[in-house]
């Protein structure tokens, strides 16, 4: 009964510790629209980085401003679709995983 009981409250613990960290990771998508792609593409990951991380955001203004990079977190799957629309020609939307 007694290696019964620790089986189980490690496996409890190895799901708290699983739950902790997917909670450490969000998938986001931000939509921009610029002359050409690369501008709207700026446009869109700023709003990716704003829906995640006011702080990660202003650390991106200051330093490198280049999509796919987010200051404080590690970000994977950046994927992006552009298309002609928007206010000012092109329209971006890009999604990525960022995990703190």
């Known amino acids: ?4 009981i620790r089986v ?4 409890s ?3 708290a510790a699983s739950a902790v960290a997917q909670a450490q990771c969000v998938s986001k998508a ?3 629209t610029g002359g050409n792609d690369d501008s ?6 700023e709003a990716v ?6 702080g990660s955001w202003g650390s991106w203004m200051a330093s490198s401003q280049k999509v796919g990079v987010a200051p404080g977190y590690k970000v994977s799957n950046v994927k992006s679709r552009c ?4 206010m000012l020609g092109r329209e ?3 999604q990525a995983k960022l995990c703190k």
């Open 8 to 11: 189980l409250a490690t496996a």
């Open 1 to 4: 009964m007694k290696t019964f």
């Open 40 to 45: 709207a593409k700026f446009q869109a990951w």
């Open 30 to 32: 931000g939509k921009g």
């Open 49 to 54: 980085l704003q829906g995640t991380d006011w």
């Open 83 to 86: 298309n002609v629309g928007g």
């Open 92 to 94: 971006c939307v890009v």
């Open 13 to 15: 613990v190895l799901m």
